[in-house]
T-cell receptor, first 113, second 115 residues
Framework: NAGVTQTPKFRILKIGQSMTLQCAQDMNHNYMYWYRQDPGMGLKLIYYSVGAGITDKGEVPNGYNVSRSTTEDFPLRLELAAPSQTSVYFC????????????FGSGTRLTVV | AQKITQTQPGMFVQEKEAVTLDCTYDTSDQSYGLFWYKQPSSGEMIFLIYQGSYDEQNATEGRYSLNFQKARKSANLVISASQLGDSAMYFCAMSSLQGAQKLVFGQGTRLTINP
């Protein structure tokens, strides 16, 4: 199984540009999450979804949007990129219920210049 | 709100020694989970061990064990017989067990194993 696939792996954006970070999972997991990791820090939750059509904000949602039209896909949209959004972005999925394990993607390293 | 505190920015240990990485937490939830993740220099997040708040026994996974002291709100990771490949960042995290299990992470501890 592929698990959680994130694309692209690296990206450089100019200030004010927009982009979509893609995330797909093939495990039929209900829960999906987007986290960001700033240098030398732990991960912080941006948005999450408990199922197709349902999304909610995490700790640091400003400047981002998400959608969940299918169980498999959970794209993260950056509008009007700012240098403060330079970070590594991780997507993760989880079955939920008694299964507490997360599956993380390999991350997207984004630099805004 | 939940909070994780890791007070050791860096740890240096000789190969084959045991090492304890500290983690304290704060939560008002009755039911919660505690996690440890390893992040090597390649950047991926590797799940190591999980402890539920209602588990009476400390969790163990191979060379990893979680020293869970509920009254002290601590969840320290113990790595026995450390190896050079254990050099990495280690993150403690927690989540509520109700609904979406959103993880809250500490700032991490960088562990370096010396030969």
């Amino acid at each position: 199984n592929a698990g959680v696939t994130q694309t692209p792996k690296f990206r450089i954006l100019k200030i004010g540009q927009s982009m979509t970070l893609q995330c797909a999972q093939d495990m039929n997991h209900n829960y999906m999450y987007w986290y960001r990791q700033d240098p030398g820090m732990g991960l912080k939750l941006i948005y999450y979804s408990v199922g197709a059509g349902i999304t909610d904000k995490g700790e640091v949602p400003n400047g981002y949007n998400v959608s969940r039209s299918t169980t498999e896909d959970f794209p993260l949209r950056l509008e009007l990129a700012a240098p403060s959004q330079t970070s590594v972005y991780f997507c993760a999925s989880q079955q939920g219920g008694e299964n507490y394990g997360y599956t993380f993607g390999s991350g997207t390293r984004l630099t805004v210049v | 709100a939940q909070k994780i505190t890791q007070t050791q920015p860096g740890m240096f240990v000789q190969e084959k020694e045991a090492v304890t990485l500290d983690c304290t937490y704060d939560t008002s939830d009755q039911s919660y989970g505690l996690f440890w993740y390893k992040q090597p220099s390649s950047g991926e997040m590797i799940f190591l061990i999980y402890q539920g708040s209602y588990d009476e026994q400390n969790a163990t996974e191979g060379r990893y064990s979680l020293n869970f002291q509920k009254a002290r709100k601590s969840a320290n990771l113990v790595i026995s017989a450390s190896q050079l490949g254990d050099s990495a960042m280690y993150f403690c995290a927690m989540s509520s067990l109700q609904g979406a299990q959103k993880l809250v992470f500490g700032q991490g501890t960088r562990l370096t194993i010396n030969p």
